[in-house]
Structures are given as C-alpha cells and as structure tokens.
T-cell receptor, first 113, second 109 residues
Framework: DAGVTQSPTHLIKTRGQHVTLRCSPI?????VSWYQQVLGQGPQFIFQ???????GRGNFPDRFSARQFPNYSSELNVNALLLGDSALYLC????????????FGQGTRLTVV | DAKTTQPPSMDCAEGRAANLPCNHS???????VYWYRQIHSQGPQYIIH???NNETNEMASLIITEDRKSSTLILPHATLRDTAVYYC??????????FGKGTRLHILP
C-alpha cells in the first residue's frame, strides 16, 4: 500500500519566487495537514484540510496558502519566498478530522537561496 | 503552543527498557495523549495513543497516571533503530497535532 507521498523531494528556489508542494494522502484518508520543520525544531503546524475545507491554520503569514482537491490530494503554496522559509515541509494524512493516528510523508526539503 | 513537557534528551543502553516521561497537566478529561517519533531525515511516525487505561501495541506501551497529568512511553527492549526524537502530544480542542521539542533518545551500544 502506498503511504503518504510528497513531491518534489528536494527543491531549490531563489528569494521572491513562489513554490507549490504536493501531497497525496493514503487512499481513503480525508484529512491532510501541512507542517514546516526547520533544523533542530519540531514540526510547526501550518494548515489542516478536511473534506476540502480548511479546518485550521497555524501562525503563518498570508504568503502561505493551501487547498485540497476532490480526490483529497493537497497543495501547499508559498509566495514571495524568504530565506527563512528554508525547511522540511511535511504532509500528514488521517482518516478523520480528529487526526487519530496521522501518517506522515517523507517531506519536501525546500532551500531558498 | 505545545501543552506537554518532556526532557530534552535521554540515554538508554541497547536491550534495556527505555522509559520516556511526559507531563500534560492541562489535559482535559476527553483528550487522548499521542506519541510520535521522528527518526533522522524521516517524517514523524505514529507510535501509540491512550485516554485513561494503559495501552500496548507492537511498538510500545503507554502508562498514563490516574490523574492523567503525566504519562510514560516504554520501549521494552530498545535497539539502535529506536534512536529518534520522541514527541508526546496533547491535541488541543481543534484536534491539531501540535509538536513540542520532544525528547532526543540516544540508544547506546
């Protein structure tokens, strides 16, 4: 069975550019959450989507946006990239909104230069 | 912000039981405690969760105190592959998984 898949695995962008990260949840999972993890820190919550609607948002600027598609896959978009946006971006999927037993992907390593 | 407190790091000898403590003194009566771990360069991995009773699965055991203000994750026979950062999580009422700093567990050969 395929787990949570994220693409791309690695990405290098320059300041001011925008980026789109993609996540495919486990089949049947309707909840997708996004996290940002900078080196040495725990993952920081960015968004949760459930049934294609935003159900929660962390303390991130409006440059960060996301959406969930009818097939429950999701995209995370970041505009006007800053050097500080360099991080591992993780996607997690779960069966329900309550996020019991969430499954994480391997992440997308974004480097902003 | 995370609502749990964990020691920043712990050591455990290979083959011994690793006991990782967590304080979650503000947990409400119907909130579960979740444990995840993150091995270097990988995404976090779900381990176990519990409400009141002790729980056990193929990965670990979870002991929750009667007042539910703290819990201990037990890895019964730690191996080198258990070296990871372990996160104890108390989801807020919005059911978000909010990570703290976790405990960095070093398994010593």
């Amino acid at each position: 069975d395929a787990g949570v898949t994220q693409s791309p695995t690695h990405l290098i962008k320059t300041r001011g550019q925008h980026v789109t990260l993609r996540c495919s949840p486990i089949s049947g999972h309707k909840s997708v959450s996004w996290y940002q993890q900078v080196l040495g820190q725990g993952p920081q919550f960015i968004f949760q989507y459930y049934e294609k609607e935003e159900r929660g948002r962390g303390n991130f600027p409006d440059r960060f946006s996301a959406r969930q598609f009818p097939n429950y896959s999701s995209e995370l978009n970041v505009n006007a990239l800053l050097l500080g946006d360099s991080a591992l971006y993780l996607c997690a999927s779960s069966l329900n909104r309550q996020n019991t037993e969430a499954f994480f992907g391997q992440g997308t390593r974004l480097t902003v230069v | 912000d995370a609502k749990t407190t964990q020691p920043p790091s712990m050591d455990c000898a290979e083959g011994r039981a690793a006991n990782l403590p967590c304080n979650h003194s503000t947990i409400s009566g119907n909130e579960y405690v979740y444990w995840y771990r993150q091995i270097h360069s990988q995404g976090p991995q779900y381990i176990i969760h519990g409400l009141k009773n002790n729980e056990t699965n193929e990965m670990a055991s979870l002991i929750i105190t009667e007042d539910r203000k703290s819990s201990t994750l037990i890895l019964p026979h730690a191996t080198l592959r258990d070296t990871a950062v372990y996160y104890c999580i108390d989801p807020n009422r919005d059911d978000k998984i909010i990570f703290g700093k976790g405990t960095r567990l070093h398994i010593l050969p």
